[in-house]
């Protein structure tokens, strides 16, 4: 089946690199426990900064993964060959989510476990319901990534989408300013960022022993803004180029 | 001999200019055919469009009875891009089972394919570990892992060693003998003589459409540069 032996492709690839392997794996939990002791002696703070940050890191680093590696599929050629094969576009978009999933679901399952068991991170709601948001998120960024990889024509360029497509996400996603004190306009903005939801459904898990209704709501905006970047992403991928 | 591919007025602009200008050839089936000419004469660019990736201004290009880059010739095209098209952080042996997997080949053709191009003892390398010429041959593995029935190789030999040359020519010989059909561009004038045919190609129009030895007899000389030059002074004296 092609998309299993593209998944298996992606995943090999990654293989092949353990430097960005160890980086996936241990930069979000070097980073969590530097937010520990940045609030020692503020548990409470600490609970709620590193919950957000569980679902932030998987997607910054699997945006920018995914859009590096999308463009070198279209730098060096094999995109192209590919199209002359059976490949469809799904099975690319498809494989590279997977793949990608993958390996933000070891990352969050590394982090979480860190943040909970090591760091004393305390929630209301299971860590189950964290690593599912947090795998959310990292497939966000994937899909993301896709859709951003088309506008970018080198690397130097491609990492600069970063900034673009992440910094109003994580300032705006209620983190540093809850939502509800934003002026209309930032709110305005805000309520179309995916993050917001994001961030919002690990808050309900954080207080809430149970998933909540607006927990579910959100894990559901969240998929419903992977699906319409999977489709405009699609859309950008041109069995015929000029 | 049936005609496995056929472009007919093919025009493909990039900006202002016509990369191809009207652009017609047929290719028979079961043949080497040599795509000459200099670098920016529109080679790549023909390759593009019979593989179906380039967008084309009017013409058509069909490909064994099909509009080329439709959906049932994927299993029958093998491509060879000018720059190796494969993953530089996975192995020879990892690239080339990839893209049987496409096919639905199992790994032992991918195993075949390294064999013909002479990877065996590099198979376990990553691509990016390899010389330049290796390199080629490993996406060159990949292009021809699927037996297609109509291979189109972008440069092939460039860069690669006379003997591995000479042994890639056999085997595309063969290939061409099973009943494939094989484009290959190049603008080394000594394989030419190695083709059944050859399309002379300058400036996005065909000079030439013949065997190699038609092409020297009618513009007088033994020698193939020299014939090109011939020819397309020949042309010029036509059109001015």
Not at chain 1, 200 to 225: K, N, Q
Not at chain 2, 62 to 74: E, I, K, N, Y
Not at chain 2, 177 to 182: N, S
Request: glycine fraction near 8%.
């Amino acid at each position: 089946m092609i998309l299993a032996s593209t998944v298996r492709r992606i995943l090999s690839q990654l293989r092949h690199d353990p430097r960005t392997i160890a980086m996936i794996i241990v930069v979000p939990t070097l980073l969590i426990t530097l937010i520990y002791f940045m609030y020692e002696g503020q548990p409470r703070v600490f609970d709620r900064i590193a919950l957000t940050m569980l679902g932030v890191f998987p997607f910054i680093v699997m945006f920018l993964i995914t859009s590096i590696a999308m463009l070198r599929e279209r730098t060096t050629g094999t995109l192209e060959r590919l199209f002359t094969t059976p490949v469809g576009k799904l099975d690319l978009l498809f494989g590279y989510g997977i793949a990608f999933g993958v390996a933000a679901t070891a990352q969050a399952a590394v982090a979480s476990g860190f943040a909970y068991w090591v760091l004393d991170m305390h929630t209301a709601g299971g860590v189950g319901l964290v690593i599912l948001i947090a795998v959310a998120n990292a497939v966000l960024g994937v899909a993301l990534g896709l859709l951003c990889s088309a506008f970018a024509r080198t690397e130097f360029q491609a990492v600069q989408f970063m900034p673009l497509v992440v910094a109003p996400q994580l300032l705006l996603c209620g983190l540093f300013v809850p939502r509800d004190d934003m002026a209309g306009w930032l709110q305005a903005i805000s309520n179309v960022l995916p993050m917001s939801y994001s961030v919002e459904a690990l808050t309900e898990v954080g207080m809430h022993t149970e998933p909540t209704g607006i927990m579910w709501r959100d894990l559901t905006v969240v998929v419903g803004a992977i699906v319409v970047a999977l489709i405009l992403g699609a859309a950008t991928l041109r069995r015929r180029t000029a | 001999m049936q005609t496995a591919i056929e472009v007919r007025d093919l025009v493909v602009r990039r900006g202002a200019r016509a990369v191809l200008d009207g652009f017609s050839c047929a290719i028979p089936q079961g043949s080497v055919t040599g795509l000459l000419g200099p670098s920016g004469s529109g080679k790549t660019t023909l390759m593009r469009a019979i593989v179906g990736v380039q967008i084309v201004a009017s013409g058509t290009v069909t490909v064994l009875g099909h509009p080329a880059g439709s959906v049932p010739l994927r299993r029958s095209i093998g491509y060879l891009t000018q720059a190796p098209s494969v993953y530089a952080d996975l192995t020879v042996a990892e690239n080339a089972r990839y893209f049987a997997s496409l096919y639905r080949l199992r790994p032992a053709d991918a195993d075949a394919a390294v064999e013909a191009v002479g990877l065996t003892g590099a198979r376990h390398q990553l691509v990016a570990d390899l010389s330049g010429g290796q390199r080629s041959r490993a996406s060159l593995a990949c292009a021809i892992v699927s037996r297609p029935e109509v291979l189109i190789l972008d440069e092939p030999t460039v860069g690669q060693d006379p003997v591995l040359r000479d042994e890639l020519w056999d085997h595309f010989r063969r290939l061409a003998a099973d009943g494939a059909t094989v484009l290959v561009s190049s603008h080394v004038m000594d394989e030419a003589n190695r083709c059944d045919r050859l399309l002379l190609i300058r400036e996005g129009t065909l000079i030439a459409d013949d065997t190699p030895a038609a092409v020297k007899r009618s513009a007088g000389t033994d020698d193939l540069d020299q014939a090109f030059l011939t020819l397309i002074r020949q042309r010029k004296g036509v059109t001015a």
